[in-house]
C-alpha cells in the first residue's frame, strides 16, 4: 500500500504566525516519520487551488488563531470535501470567541468567571465607557481586559483600579473588534488536554504551569521561551479535586461541541473551584507547548500524538 | 514524562542568560516579512542596487589572485591593506586617522559588542542615547549592564543632560564606563548632533574624564547639508572617543566588516577580546571589501546610494505630512535610513497588531529604550522601500492611527 498523502496546513496570517510555524515544522516531521506523505502549505491566497490540485487524503491544521481556529479553513476544507483534524466549524466558531464559550459555559452551569462584553461599537457609538465603573464594581476588582479572539495570551491586560480600565480596553481593542472583561481569579493553572482515543474523548495528565518570577501570569514569553515557566505532570491535586477538574474540562469540550483533541484552561482558586477561561481547539505543538507533555505523561510520544490526531481524521 | 518539568540546563546557565529574552511579541518578524506586508521596520539597506559587473569582477579578481589568501586565517586585527582603506574612507568624512589604530571586526555589532566586553562589569553603568539603537541595548543587556539613557531632541543628544546624569551617578557614588551616540542620523532619532553640541560633549567628556563610544555606521549616507567633524576629531587626540564604523550600509551587511579606531591601551585589550570571539573576521569579505574600495567604486556607489535615500526619505516626509494627524511630529533626518515619529498619547505597541492587520508594520518606540519610554513612538525606516510603497504604507498607517485615535476619544482618554 503506498504511503497516504495529507497536507499540514501551517504559517498563515494570524498573529500566532511563529508559534504555527513553529507547530507545523514539529507536525510534518512527525507525520513523515508516522510514514505518511506529507506536503507542507504556509497558508495564503493560493490555498485552495493548491488544495484542489493536490488532492490529498486529508489535512492536519497546524494553524493558531485567526484564519486557522475559527472555522474559515475548516468551512474551505468541508467545501473541498477534504478531512481535516480537530473540530469542526461550529466548534471552532463558538471555541474561538471566548464571550461565546463563556455564555455556552454558562448556560451549562459550568464554572467560568462572571464577565461583560463589549464591541468597540459599542463604545465608539453608544457612550459604553460610563458603563465601566459599574463594571469594576460587579466584577470587582482587579478586572482582567482581554480580546474575545486572540490566543497566546496577545492583547491581556489587568486593571487594578477602575481607572484603569480604558487603558486596558484601548490595548485589547487593538487586537480585536470585541473585548472581555472578566473577573480576575487567583489560584493554580491548569491545562487539561482532551483526546478522543478508543472513540471516545478521554483526559490526558493535568499539566499545571508555574511562570517563573518576572511574568505577571502565564504570558507569551513565559509560553514559549523554554525555562520561563515550570510544568508538574500530573498537577499535584487530590483525588477528588483531580476527577472535578477532569469532568468540567470534558463537560466544556462536549458543551462546545469539540471533535478529536483540545485543551481547556482552568483556573483552580483556593476554595478548589476549577474555573473555566477557555478552550483552545488547535492548542500549540511546539517544545514547550502543555498537550505534547500530557500526551508523553500519558505514554504518547509526540509521534504518536500527532498520528492519532491524523488517523482521527481520516 | 512525570513529576517537575524544569529547563533541565537550568542549573547550568550564565546569570546574563537571565535578560535574554525572545523579542517574538515585540516585533511579530515573521508577519512583517511577508510580502504583502510593507514593512517600514527593518533597517534595511537597498542591497538590490549593488552592481552586478563589480560584484563580479572583484570575485573573478579574488578567485585569480588571492584564492590562497582568502581561504586561510588571517591577522586577528585585520589586514593592512584593509586598514589602508578605512583611513580612506574616514577622510572622504574628514576624519584623520592612523590605520595602526584600527582592528577590523565582523560586522559593527563586534564592535560594539567587544567594547562592552572590554568595559563592563555585571551591574555597572553604560549611558545610552534615549532613544538609543536597539541592537546596542540587546548588548548591553547580554552583558547585565545598567543602562541610563540620556534624553534627545531634534539636535541630538542634550549635553545639560548628560551633564545633569553624570552629576546624578556622582551623587550615588558611582560612574559611567562609557557614553554610546550616534551623532549622524541617529538610529532610531534619525536626528544629527550639531556642530556646538559635538565641541561641548567633547569638553565635557575630558573635564569628566568620559568615555565616549562613537557609533558612525550612517555618515557617509549624507545627502543633505555639510558634513560635520566627527566626535574622533574633535577629541584632537585626547584619548577620550572610541570610533566605530561599518561597511554595512555602504557596501552590505551581509559581508559582515565593521571597525574599530581605539587608542592604544584600549586597543590591545579589543585584539584580546576579538581573538577569543572568533580569531579573525573572514579574510573573504575583508578582500571583497578591499577588491571594492580600493578600485574607488565605493564613491560613485555611495553617491548613488545617497540619491535613492534622499528620495526615499523625501517621499516618506511627504507622506507623512499629509497622512499623519496635525498633532504628530516626526524628525526629518539629513542622511541615514530612519524617522522617528511620535504620535502623542497613542500607545505605539498596542497598535502594531492592527497596523500588520492593514499589511504595514514599523519598530515601536520602546523597543529602543531600556526602562519602558518611547511607548507613542515609533521607527519608520525609508531605506529599502520604493516610493510608491513607501507612500501607500504611510497611507494604511495614517489610517490605522486615525482609527485608534477615535477608539481613545470613545473611551474618554
Known amino acids: 500500500m503506498s504511503a497516504r498523502h495529507v497536507c499540514v496546513l501551517y504559517g498563515g496570517r494570524s498573529l500566532e504566525r511563529d508559534i504555527s510555524l513553529s507547530t507545523g515544522h514539529r507536525v510534518i516531521r512527525a507525520l513523515e516519520a508516522k510514514g505518511y506523505r506529507v506536503t507542507p502549505i504556509d497558508v495564503d491566497e493560493s490555498l485552495v487551488r493548491k488544495l484542489v490540485e493536490l488532492r490529498p487524503e486529508g489535512a492536519f491544521i497546524a494553524m493558531h488563531g485567526k484564519g486557522g481556529e475559527d472555522g474559515t479553513v475548516q468551512e474551505l476544507l468541508e467545501i473541498l470535501r477534504i478531512p481535516y483534524t480537530g473540530s469542526g466549524v461550529l466548534s471552532s466558531i463558538r471555541a ?18 462572571p464577565f461583560y462584553a463589549f464591541n468597540d461599537a459599542a463604545f465608539r457609538e453608544m457612550g459604553a465607557k460610563d458603563t465601566l465603573d459599574i463594571i469594576a464594581e460587579d466584577l470587582g476588582l482587579p478586572v482582567v481586559v482581554k480580546p474575545a479572539a486572540q490566543g497566546s495570551a496577545f492583547g491581556i491586560n489587568f486593571a487594578g483600579e477602575a481607572r484603569d480600565l480604558p487603558r486596558a480596553m484601548v490595548s485589547a481593542l487593538s487586537f480585536g473588534r470585541k473585548v472581555l472583561l472578566e473577573k480576575f481569579v487567583a489560584g493554580r493553572e491548569l491545562a487539561v488536554s482532551i483526546l478522543e482515543l478508543d472513540g471516545a474523548p478521554s483526559v490526558l495528565p493535568i499539566v499545571e504551569a508555574t511562570p517563573r518570577s518576572g511574568h505577571a501570569f502565564y504570558d507569551f514569553d513565559s509560553r514559549y521561551t523554554a525555562g520561563e515557566t515550570d510544568f508538574v505532570v500530573p498537577a499535584e491535586l487530590d483525588d477528588a479535586v483531580s476527577d472535578e477538574v477532569r469532568r468540567v474540562a470534558l463537560a466544556t469540550y462536549r458543551a462546545l461541541g469539540c471533535r478529536g483533541f483540545g485543551r481547556v484552561d482552568i483556573i483552580l482558586d483556593e476554595q478548589q473551584t476549577p474555573w473555566v477561561l477557555e478552550l483552545n481547539t488547535i492548542p500549540g505543538l511546539t517544545e514547550t507547548s502543555t498537550l505534547p507533555m500530557a500526551a508523553e505523561a500519558a505514554g504518547l510520544s509526540f509521534d504518536d500524538l500527532v498520528a492519532t490526531i491524523m488517523e482521527l481524521a481520516l | ?42 533597517g534595511l539597506p537597498a542591497t538590490d542596487s549593488f552592481p552586478q559587473d563589480v560584484f563580479d569582477r572583484i570575485n573573478r579578481q579574488i578567485s585569480d589572485t588571492q584564492r590562497a589568501l582568502a581561504l586561510q586565517y588571517g591577522p586577528t586585527e585585520g589586514f593592512d591593506f584593509l586598514k589602508d582603506d578605512i583611513a580612506t574612507i574616514m577622510a572622504a568624512e574628514g576624519t584623520q586617522i592612523d590605520p595602526a589604530h584600527v582592528l577590523i571586526t565582523t560586522g559593527g555589532q563586534q564592535a560594539i559588542d567587544l567594547v562592552t566586553k572590554t568595559f563592563v562589569d555585571p551591574g555597572d553603568v553604560v549611558l545610552a542615547e534615549g532613544p538609543a539603537y536597539a541592537g546596542a541595548l540587546t548588548t548591553f543587556s547580554s552583558y547585565e549592564t545598567d543602562v541610563r539613557h540620556v534624553h534627545m531632541d531634534s539636535d541630538g543628544l542634550v549635553i545639560e543632560e548628560l551633564e545633569a546624569m553624570l552629576d546624578r551617578l556622582a551623587v550615588e557614588g558611582r560612574r559611567a564606563k562609557f557614553l554610546y551616540a550616534v551623532p549622524n542620523f541617529s538610529n532610531p532619532g534619525g536626528t544629527t548632533l550639531t556642530l556646538e553640541r559635538r565641541r561641548r560633549l567633547v569638553e565635557v567628556a575630558a573635564e569628566r574624564d568620559l568615555l565616549v563610544v562613537e557609533d558612525n555606521p550612517y555618515g557617509l549616507l549624507r545627502y543633505e547639508g555639510d558634513p560635520l ?49 572568533d580569531l579573525c573576521s573572514s579574510p573573504l569579505n575583508q578582500l571583497f571589501v578591499h577588491g571594492f574600495v580600493a578600485s574607488g567604486a565605493w564613491r560613485d556607489y555611495v553617491a548613488r546610494l545617497c540619491d535613492i535615500y534622499r528620495s526615499r526619505r523625501d ?3 511627504q507622506a507623512l505630512s499629509e497622512e499623519f494627524p496635525d498633532d504628530a511630529s516626526w524628525t526629518v533626518p539629513e542622511g541615514g535610513f530612519f524617522v522617528w515619529a511620535t504620535v502623542p498619547g497613542i500607545h505605539t505597541g498596542d497598535m502594531l497588531a492592527k497596523a500588520i492587520g492593514e499589511n504595514v508594520a514599523y519598530v515601536r518606540g520602546d523597543a529602543f529604550y531600556q526602562d519602558g519610554q518611547g511607548v507613542d ?37
Open chain 2, 229 to 277: 567633524p566627527t566626535l574622533l576629531t574633535l577629541d584632537e587626540g585626547r584619548g577620550n572617543v572610541v570610533y566605530l564604523g561599518s561597511f554595512s550600509k555602504i557596501i552590505s551587511p551581509g559581508i559582515r566588516t565593521g571597525w574599530v579606531v581605539a587608542p592604544n591601551a584600549i586597543y590591545q585589550k579589543m585584539v584580546f577580546g576579538k581573538q577569543a570571539t
Open chain 2, 315 to 317: 517621499a516618506m516626509v
Open chain 2, 377 to 413: 513612538s515609533m521607527r519608520l525606516s525609508f531605506s529599502a522601500v520604493p516610493e510608491e510603497r513607501l507612500v501607500e504604507g504611510v497611507r494604511r498607517l495614517g489610517s490605522v492611527i486615525s482609527d485608534q485615535i477615535e477608539l481613545y476619544r470613545a473611551l474618554g482618554l
Open chain 1, 96 to 113: 474561538m470567541d471566548k464571550v461565546l464559550t463563556k455564555h455556552i459555559l454558562e448556560a451549562d452551569g459550568i464554572p467560568t468567571p
Open chain 2, 1 to 42: 514524562m512525570n513529576g517537575r518539568i524544569t529547563d533541565r540546563y537550568e542549573g547550568k546557565y550564565a546569570s546574563r542568560t537571565r535578560v535574554m529574552r525572545s523579542s517574538a511579541m515585540r516585533d511579530l518578524m515573521s508577519l512583517t516579512a511577508l510580502p504583502e506586508v510593507i514593512s517600514l521596520a527593518g
